[in-house]
C-alpha cells in the first residue's frame, strides 16, 4: 500500500490530480489510514500507468472513462463475457477517432516543420547573399 505522496513520486501525477481523479471516478484508492487518508494499492498504481498511456495518446478525460468503464482486460476472444464486444468495439471506435486526429495533426506539424526549415534556408541566403 501507498500513501499519497509515494504514489506522486512514482507515477508523476500531481496531489492535485489524484485527487480529481478519484473526484471523477477515475480512481478509487482506499482509506485505511487514521482520518481517512488514501491509500493506494498495486492495480492503483497500474490503473494509473495506464491512464499516462491514453493520456498520452490524446484521449479526453471522457474518453478515458469510457475505456476504463470495465476493469477487465480481455486478451483472448475465449476469455470474453457477454458485453465485452461492446466494449471492445467502443475502445476501437475511441482508438481509430484518436488515431485520426494525430495523424492530422502529425500532418499539420510536418508542414509546419518544412515553413520553418525553409524559411531558415531563406534567411541564411539572405546573410550570405545568394540569391
Given at each position: 500500500m501507498y500513501t499519497i505522496g509515494q504514489v506522486v513520486e512514482m507515477t508523476g501525477f500531481g496531489h492535485d490530480t489524484l485527487r480529481y481523479?478519484?473526484?471523477?471516478?477515475?480512481?478509487?484508492?482506499?482509506?485505511?489510514?487514521?482520518?481517512?487518508?488514501?491509500?493506494?494499492?498495486?492495480?492503483?498504481?497500474?490503473?494509473?500507468?495506464?491512464?499516462?498511456?491514453?493520456?498520452?495518446?490524446?484521449?479526453?478525460l471522457e474518453e478515458i472513462k469510457t475505456f476504463t468503464s470495465t476493469k477487465r482486460c480481455v486478451t483472448e476472444r475465449s476469455s470474453m463475457h457477454d458485453g465485452d464486444e461492446a466494449v471492445l468495439r467502443d475502445r476501437i471506435v475511441l482508438l481509430t477517432d484518436n488515431l485520426v486526429r494525430m495523424e492530422t495533426q502529425r500532418r499539420e506539424l510536418d508542414e509546419l516543420i518544412d515553413r520553418t526549415k525553409n524559411n531558415i534556408r531563406l534567411y541564411n541566403e539572405l546573410l550570405d547573399g545568394t540569391p
Open positions: 481523479y478519484e473526484k471523477i471516478g477515475l480512481l478509487k484508492p482506499q482509506r485505511k489510514r487514521p482520518g481517512g487518508a488514501r491509500v493506494f494499492s498495486d492495480d492503483d498504481l497500474r490503473l494509473l500507468s495506464g491512464l499516462k498511456c491514453l493520456k498520452r495518446l490524446g484521449l479526453s
